[in-house]
């Protein structure tokens, strides 16, 4: 992988090629609603904790089962080989083409072929490996690597294809995708026929039968499996499954889940050698472990595994969408190629794209075999942190500054004097102050370009609360309120319209003053060391709270509290109760408010009368599973809900990823989200996460200052005073 520098070129030259992302923008909204519907009357999330124990159970027996299948395979013919590393793999391939003096290999699609940079080893040894799935043939006469699992040449053009068919053919070619796909039939067929020996990966390896599975839709893989005397089958030791039965369940999730296709074109079931023109057939399975084994081992990153390769999570992922597979991942790509490069090429290679993620949980809410991919991801930005450093200025800001809670309030409330200068007054009120430029022309490009940025509020939520009247004689519940970093130092009118709610419900509220940031900021940046720190203070903060519930109106702060806090103090003899204690008393404020108080029936009169849109932030809804919700509220209260396209799609904001790691990135993503809400027509856009508002009411302010973003808690606030 590229150097720090080198990687911020290939980011703005993909950036650049505004075709690429609209080309993936376009396929992964096709993808969304293809899903849907083949996923239609099927319970996906039953069908994938299945998936993700079938997976698991391989896991723990992978060394009987693997001593099966060697046993069974070799019973029927076959020749197994397990390889440890890629090298070894490679030199079995070449070695076994010398034995039989082959010259020419007809490949079928195969990933791990890929990582082991097979077609080089060939090639240099003087035999021919020739691609015959489409995508990969494609790829292999531009000299380029695979951007995608599924669909290598993803982020190819029909023009582009068309050239290097024309240089190939020796003809000019259509870019017509018909006539395209006939030249590719006509060439690749006399591959099969050419060819000494046939390559083919495995999507499964059968541990009670000993035979392979294959899924594909072009049928290649078949007649490379069966028209050469020789079928080698080049497969990671992770493609064991225990039967058919296993197999036929994943068959059910991978097709839906890669393209939304009810079940692909051909599955292929090979076990042994079977006859070839009057003649047995010889078949060579090559395993290879390649880190695959240390990844198993590790507790904290070995769910990986469970990966059926269906390319989903780059399918839904903003990042990919913006910069495509060559960019965003090295042989594998998105969410999961992070893990599988840091395991399979080393922490190094996978440095800069472990920092590209922006956290945003997409990859984890489609991932068919349960992969808590965001979670193994921000395991390995700790790993990069200690390893390479996160810069100066998180250094400071995490170490420094967070962890002592009275420097870092009062540096806060210095700041908010100080910035005047700089601030510009959009709405005449103090609280609708914005930074619209900044005084370096340099730092214009990543911060105030293309959004406003908020100013910090004259007076913070913490130091406004103990003036706060709540008139509740007797309260139904007391809860604390965990108001979170930009609730508290950028829209404190936010908790305060959270506090009349639900005073008006005849909740009490508490602010426990020793609260502090809830630690995600450093945690994303893979600072673990401050993360547990700032978890510890928030933790003793609400165990010394006498309150029913404690509340948020930032979904990161809540998933914070009830996971992150949890998990970071699990080995904490000290810390852990309390932290779970804490954890199980927490909820989003619009879930407390319409799951245990039925808000939502107690503000039906209300006559807010306003048509609104409304943007599910990443965390709330793929975090905490809070999405239905705000939208009773809203409705309720007498809004007029338009649903805007892919409303859950991130915003662009994660944290520190828009301002200080890839502030362009965020730029691209933001920019989509703001287009499909002006698409909706209306003046207001509601969401539920102060991240999120900094980054659409900045961007908004740029773009159409006539739309208003607004919390949810605000516009019910303003509901009750009408």
Not at 88 to 111: D, F, G, W
Not at 227 to 232: A, E, F, Q, R, S
Request: include cysteine.
């Amino acid at each position: 992988m590229a150097n720090d520098t080198e990687y911020k070129k290939s980011v703005e030259k993909a950036i650049n090629n505004t075709k690429l992302s609209e080309a993936l923008h376009l396929f992964g909204d096709a993808y969304l609603i293809a899903r849907e519907n083949a996923y239609r009357g099927l319970d996906f999330e039953k069908m994938r904790t299945e998936l993700a124990a079938i997976k698991d159970e391989v896991r723990i027996n992978r060394k009987a089962l693997l001593d099966e299948f060697i046993k069974n395979a070799e019973a029927a013919g076959s020749k197994v080989f397990i390889a440890k590393d890629t090298t070894e793999a490679n030199n079995y391939v070449v070695n076994l083409a010398k034995q039989k003096k082959a010259k020419r290999i007809a490949k079928s699609k195969s990933m791990v072929s890929e990582e082991a940079h097979l077609n080089k080893a060939l090639e240099k040894e003087g035999i021919r490996a020739s691609e015959t799935d489409l995508g990969e043939w494609i790829i292999q006469l531009a000299g380029q690597r695979p951007s995608h699992m599924v669909m290598p040449a993803i982020h190819m053009f029909k023009e582009e294809v068309a050239d290097l068919f024309s240089k190939e053919t020796g003809e000019r070619q259509s870019p017509e995708i018909k006539s395209l796909v006939n030249v590719a039939r006509e060439e690749l067929r006399k591959e099969y026929f050419n060819a000494d020996i046939g390559l083919t990966g495995a999507n499964f390896l059968v541990a009670d039968t000993g035979g392979i599975g294959l899924v594909t839709n072009e049928g290649n893989a078949r007649l490379c499996a069966t028209l050469p005397d020789v079928h080698v089958v080049f497969a990671g030791i992770h493609k064991l499954v225990r039967n058919m039965e296993d197999a036929i369940k994943i068959t059910r999730l991978l097709p839906r889940n890669a393209t939304g296709q009810l079940l692909t074109s051909y599955i292929t079931w090979i076990r042994g050698t079977v006859p070839t023109n009057g003649k047995a057939k010889e078949q060579h399975i090559v395993l290879i472990d390649g880190g695959r084994e240390a990844l198993y081992e590790s507790k904290a990153c070995r769910d990986a595994l469970r990966c059926i390769q269906c390319g989903a999570c780059a399918n839904v992922c903003p990042v990919y969408q913006t910069v495509g597979g060559h960019v965003f991942g090295s042989i594998y790509i998105s969410a999961i190629g992070i893990i599988l490069t840091a395991f399979y090429e080393g922490i190094e290679r996978a440095k800069e794209i472990t920092r590209a993620c922006i956290g945003c949980r997409s990859c984890t809410a489609v991932c068919p075999s349960k992969i808590d991919l965001e979670e193994i991801i921000l395991h390995l930005r700790n790993q990069v942190t200690d390893k390479y450093g996160m810069g100066v200025v998180k250094n400071i800001a995490f170490k420094a500054v967070m962890k002592n809670r009275s420097l870092f309030h009062n540096m806060v409330r210095a700041a908010s004097k100080l910035q005047r200068p700089i601030t510009h007054n959009k709405t005449g009120e103090e609280s609708g102050r914005v930074i619209r430029h900044l005084p370096m022309h340099f730092m214009a490009k990543d911060f105030t370009e293309w959004r406003d940025l908020p100013s910090i509020a004259p007076k913070s939520f913490r130091d406004q609360f103990d003036s706060i009247k709540q008139e509740v004689k007797e309260p139904k519940y007391t809860v604390g309120f965990f108001v979170g970093c930009g609730a508290d130092f950028v829209y404190p009118e936010v908790g305060v319209s959270l506090i009349k709610i639900l005073n008006y419900l005849g909740v009490k509220v508490v602010f426990p003053k020793e609260q502090n940031c809830c630690g995600i900021p450093a945690l994303y940046s893979g600072d673990a060391e401050t993360g547990v720190y700032l978890a510890k203070q928030g933790v003793k903060a609400f165990s010394e709270a006498d309150v029913d519930y404690v509340l948020s109106i930032c979904p990161t702060c809540t998933m914070g509290v009830k996971r992150d806090f949890v998990e970071r103090l699990a080995d904490d003899p000290e810390w852990a109760e309390k932290a779970v204690s804490v954890s199980d008393k927490t909820m989003d404020a619009s879930a407390f408010l319409e799951n245990i108080l039925g808000a939502s029936e107690k503000l039906k009169d209300l006559m807010a009368g306003t048509s609104i849109t409304y943007h599910d932030s990443c965390h709330l809804k793929r975090g905490n599973d809070v999405w239905r919700e705000p939208r009773a509220l809203l409705a309720a209260s007498g809004h007029t809900l338009e649903e805007m396209k892919n409303s859950d799609r991130c915003c662009g904001f994660g944290g520190t990823y828009s301002f200080l790691s890839h502030p362009q990135i965020s730029k691209q993503i933001t920019g989509d989200k703001i287009e499909t809400i002006k698409n909706t027509g209306v003046k207001t856009v509601a969401m539920d996460c102060p991240g999120c508002m900094i980054m659409l009411k900045g961007s908004m302010g740029k773009a159409d200052s006539s739309i208003r973003c607004a919390h949810t808690m605000e516009l019910l606030a303003e509901a009750l005073d009408k």
